[in-house]
Nanobody, 121 residues
């Protein structure tokens, strides 16, 4: 898998929404799994959500019901729709690509540079 570029981050008030995008270069996008992870200052990176090549999804418990991951293979893009945002969602959000859901959820594969999400109270 080629380069990954995240976008869509920004500053939003608590309760608001953002949609992040992970654009991948390369011709093998439809055959790879993509994950979204985040890292807040002073904290370890954690899984947010992941989606397999076939569309199966996996979410971290605290994000279930608020975040939705989806993919558009025609656009080589995976989206992370984030609703009901909380100040504790503030972090740099990264996407990664790998061979399968388990690997990307565990943090393996290639990574993008990240996009900052800041949620104000």
């Amino acid at each position: 898998q080629g380069q990954l570029v995240e976008s869509g981050g920004g500053l939003v008030q608590a309760g608001g929404s953002l949609r992040l995008s992970c654009l991948a270069s390369g011709s093998t996008f439809s055959s790879v799994a993509i994950g979204w992870h985040r890292q807040a200052p002073g904290k370890q990176r954690e899984l947010v959500a992941a989606i397999s090549a076939g569309g199966s999804t996996d979410y971290a418990g605290s994000m279930k019901g608020r975040f939705t991951i989806s993919r558009d293979n025609a656009k080589n893009t995976v989206y992370l729709q984030m609703n009901s945002l909380k100040p504790e969602d503030t972090a740099v959000y990264y996407c990664n690509a790998g061979a399968n859901l388990v690997l990307v959820a565990a943090g393996f594969g290639s990574w993008g540079q990240g996009t900052q999400v800041t949620v104000s109270s």
